[in-house]
Each structure stands twice: as structure tokens, then as C-alpha cells.
């Protein structure tokens, strides 16, 4: 996400003697630079990325520069040693930790939460394990809620949010299905720092960052982080917002802050070496099984992380070993777009033309369309987002701006549409209750709460809703 004088950046990176004489892996690598610049000039245009890009090969920086500010209000430009917001990477220093301590005999990939934590529910306690924990498989979720940005800080570090996680429920029987947890991999660091007496992000430091020289990777508050850039997320008329306030700590499951050359960095290791992690352990490994299939197939390997405000987004070609990586300040998932358009480009094909988030894409078109029009065109308009993360939140955040603004009908047709749309989301049927208790109408909330129920007899906001609501007949 910035500029940086060549010979800087080649010392930052592992060079392999000679292989200037070698032929490169990277297609039309004569217009890469050309390639690149016009496919970000493309997002720039729109007003959608900021951030650095980075391509290396074989450790050798190939196009490397930044764009856009990194400070809005400020006017402070993104330069190649700005840090960014790493999002979910994170977990694979977390993972990283928890197979050095199975290494050093300190733990077992059976062993139960249980047996470092205590305070948790019998069942959590005594079948949730480590493995359970790092394959997203302990029933556990996200930690997230609404007002959780506004806790005090301290209710954001390590120690409460594992109180917090002891609350949840779980969402299936530990090891019968998967479901990403951030709440998993803030377990996992609470057991590094009770089995080594020491913090998550000391171990982090000592483990990891030290042994590979990453001088550029910060784990500590973010309000301490210097030369930091600052995320911004638009709403779905494109006001633009600052993510001031969301994730100041760095945990387990995210939040370090770091440049794309010390990612690289890590990254390198950790798909190719052999100081962090023994190559018997990699071997064991069902992960790095995976990576070891794609040493040969040209496949890319993905690596991403994000919340608004910030996307950072990794593609490894371990064939070839050419890295892309791409830091954004701004909305997810436009690094990861951004990123494997400039895969594409790295193959000699056409990368796919960018287009404005989802949400603004649905209003826009709302706007002069109507609603019958978004529900025949739904997925073509929301082409771009993120392909991981529930349809369902598009509609809602939309119906939700309205609520907010006291437009409820309009709020409700919203409402109304997602639930024909994804009828077996329980979490939008929780909202069209919300929506017809705020109109008033409470046969009709109590109607979709209990409906909420129904899915998902676990919802807690709906339990409360239909309480209150019998209450009250």
C-alpha cells in the first residue's frame, strides 16, 4: 500500500542468488507493472481502495507501491511502511503457537478445553479440544454483539472475553460440524498464556516475531501503533465512516498490525521453512497436508482477513513461489478482489472489473429500480461480496439504515424480502419481529420471533422478545 526505494525492499525479502538469470513464472511480466497500475486505478476510481499492494518472486519484490491516504481527516498518505489492520491472519500466528507447544510435549491436539480453562459448562469443558479449537469444530462462534465496540477496553482484552465465551452457547455438539470461531481461537490464546505463564503477546513476540526479525508487526494496542493507517467503510448511500473504536486490541483472532513486506515475511516461513515449526510436525498437519498437495498444481493458496474498515488479503503460488499480498484500509473484501485480480494478471488472464460493494449496489439500483427489481436481480447485484460471509446481511443492514431513520414500511419490505429470500435464517426473521414490534403490530412480531425460535431455539434475542411479548397478552 505504498512506495519504497528498491533496494530497501529487496533487503526485507529472502533472495535467491541467480535467479535474476532464471526465467520468471510471471506471465507478460514486462507489463506488470502497466497491468497492475490500470486494474487499481479501476478500484480507485470508485473509491474503494486504499492500501498497498506487494507482488514478490521467489522473495524478490516485483511491483511494490501505495495508494490513497491513510489518514483522511489528516490527509496522510499510505506509504510502504504503514501498518495495517491484519484482521483474521492473525490466527495463523495463533495456530502457529499451539503446534510449538504440541512440539515441546506442553499439550495434546486431544486435550480438552477443560484442562487449562476453567469456568465453562461441563459439556464445553469436557468435549471441546484442542484440535476442536483450531478446526473451528467446538460449536462456538463469534463473540461479537451489538454494543460490543462500546465496552470499556479492558472488556475487549483476553481475560473478559473469555468470560464473555464461557456465556455462549454452543451451536452443535463439539467435533460434529464446523463453523468459523473467533471465540475458538480466543481459547486457544488464553491456553498458550496458562500453560506458559506468560501473555498471548509475549509468546507472540518471543515465538514468533523475534526469531524472524519482523520489526514491522506491532501487538499492541492499536491507539500505540505508530505510522497506522486508519479504516474507512461506507454505508449504503457511500457516506464514509472512520473504523475508529473497532478492534483496538490485537487477540488471537485478530488485530495486529503489520506491512505487507513483514507478512511476507512470516508467511515465507511459514509455507516453506522450517524455524518456526519442524517439518514433521508440518507433515502431520492436516493443513499444511493440504499445502503440500498444491506444491505442484499452479493452485493459489488464500490467506485473508478483515471487518470494516480493513482487508488484507495473501495469495501464495507455491509452485512458482510468488506471493501477492494486498493491504487495504478500507471496506472488505476489496483486498481479496483486488488480490486475485492481480492473480489473474500474474497468469496472463483478465481480471474481473471491479464494482461497488453490494450494499450501495442494492440501494443504488433500489433507488431507481424498486424493490421488485432487487429481488429479480439479486445475485447479480451483489456479485462482489464477500463469498463466505451470509447473503442475508445485505438486506438487513439496508432494512436496519431505514429502521434507524423511522422509515418502517420501507424497512420492513426489506425486512419481508430477505425471509423469502433465506427463509431458514433465523436471524432474519429475529429482525422482521424487531421490524413489526417497532411499527407496533405484535401479534406479527410475536409471529416472526417465534418463527426465529423455531430455526433456532437458542437465539437469545428472540427468547427475550417472545417473553416480553407474551407478557404483555
Not at 462462534?141 to 452457547?169: C, E, S
Not at 510468488?322 to 488480490?339: C, H, K, R, T, Y
Amino acid at each position: 500500500m505504498k512506495t519504497i526505494a528498491l533496494p530497501l525492499l529487496i533487503t526485507l525479502f529472502l533472495i535467491n542468488v541467480g535467479f535474476s538469470q532464471e526465467k520468471s513464472k510471471i506471465e507478460n511480466s514486462t507489463q506488470l507493472e502497466s497491468n497492475i497500475d490500470a486494474l487499481v486505478k479501476q478500484y480507485q476510481d470508485l473509491d474503494i481502495f486504499s492500501g498497498v499492494v506487494l507482488v514478490a518472486e521467489k522473495g524478490i519484490p516485483k511491483y511494490s507501491k501505495a495508494f490513497g491516504l491513510a489518514n483522511r481527516e489528516e490527509n496522510v498518505p499510505n506509504t510502504l511502511t504503514t501498518k495495517f489492520d491484519i484482521g483474521s491472519m492473525n490466527k495463523s500466528f495463533t495456530k502457529t503457537l499451539i503446534l510449538q507447544l504440541m512440539e515441546e510435549g506442553k499439550l495434546k491436539m486431544t486435550d480438552k478445553l477443560g484442562d487449562y480453562l476453567l469456568g465453562f459448562p461441563e459439556t464445553a469443558a469436557t468435549k471441546i479440544t484442542i484440535m476442536h479449537l483450531l478446526k473451528h469444530r467446538s460449536g462456538l462462534g463469534g463473540y461479537w454483539g451489538r454494543g460490543f465496540n462500546d465496552l470499556p477496553i479492558d472488556q475487549k482484552r483476553i481475560p473478559a472475553l473469555v468470560k464473555r465465551i464461557q456465556k455462549l452457547p454452543l451451536d452443535f455438539e463439539p467435533g460434529t460440524d464446523t463453523q468459523y470461531s473467533n471465540a475458538g481461537y480466543v481459547l486457544l490464546g488464553a491456553i498458550v498464556q496458562a500453560i506458559t505463564g506468560k501473555t498471548y503477546h509475549q509468546n507472540i513476540t518471543e515465538r514468533i516475531l523475534k526469531p524472524l526479525g519482523m520489526t514491522e508487526t506491532y501487538v499492541v494496542d492499536k491507539s500505540e501503533v505508530p505510522d497506522r493507517a486508519i479504516g474507512y467503510f461506507k454505508d449504503m448511500k457511500g457516506n464514509i465512516s472512520s473504523n475508529t473504536g473497532f478492534v483496538e486490541v490485537p487477540n488471537p483472532d485478530g488485530g495486529f498490525q503489520s506491512t505487507p513486506e513483514d507478512i511476507a515475511r512470516f508467511y515465507n516461513e511459514y509455507f516453506y521453512g522450517a524455524t518456526l515449526l519442524s517439518k514433521e510436525t508440518k507433515a502431520n498437519d492436516d493443513f499444511f497436508g493440504f499445502i503440500n498437495s498444491n506444491r505442484k498444481t499452479g493452485g493459489a493458496i488464500p490467506m485473508a482477513g478483515g471487518f470494516p474498515g480493513a482487508n488484507t488479503a495473501y495469495y501464495e503460488i507455491l509452485r512458482d513461489e510468488i506471493s501477492i499480498l494486498v493491504f487495504a484500509n478500507m471496506d472488505e473484501p476489496v483486498a481479496e478482489q483486488l488480490g486475485a485480480g492481480i492473480l489473474a494478471i500474474v497468469r496472463g488472464k483478465t481480471p474481473k472489473k471491479p464494482s461497488l460493494p453490494a450494499i450501495q449496489n442494492i440501494y443504488n439500483h433500489y433507488q431507481r429500480f424498486g424493490l421488485q427489481y432487487i429481488e429479480d436481480n439479486f445475485y447479480s447485484l451483489i456479485d462482489n461480496f464477500h463469498a463466505e460471509d451470509p447473503k442475508g446481511i445485505i438486506l438487513n443492514d439496508i432494512g436496519y439504515h431505514f429502521l434507524g431513520n423511522g422509515s418502517i414500511e420501507e424497512a420492513l419490505s426489506f425486512f419481508e424480502l430477505n425471509v423469502k429470500l433465506f427463509p431458514e435464517d433465523a436471524n432474519l426473521w429475529d429482525s422482521l419481529g424487531e421490524g413489526y414490534y417497532k411499527k407496533g403490530d405484535l401479534k406479527k412480531s410475536l409471529q416472526y420471533y417465534k418463527k426465529a425460535l423455531k430455526i433456532d431455539p437458542r437465539m437469545p434475542s428472540a427468547k427475550e422478545m417472545v417473553v416480553k411479548l407474551e407478557a404483555k397478552n
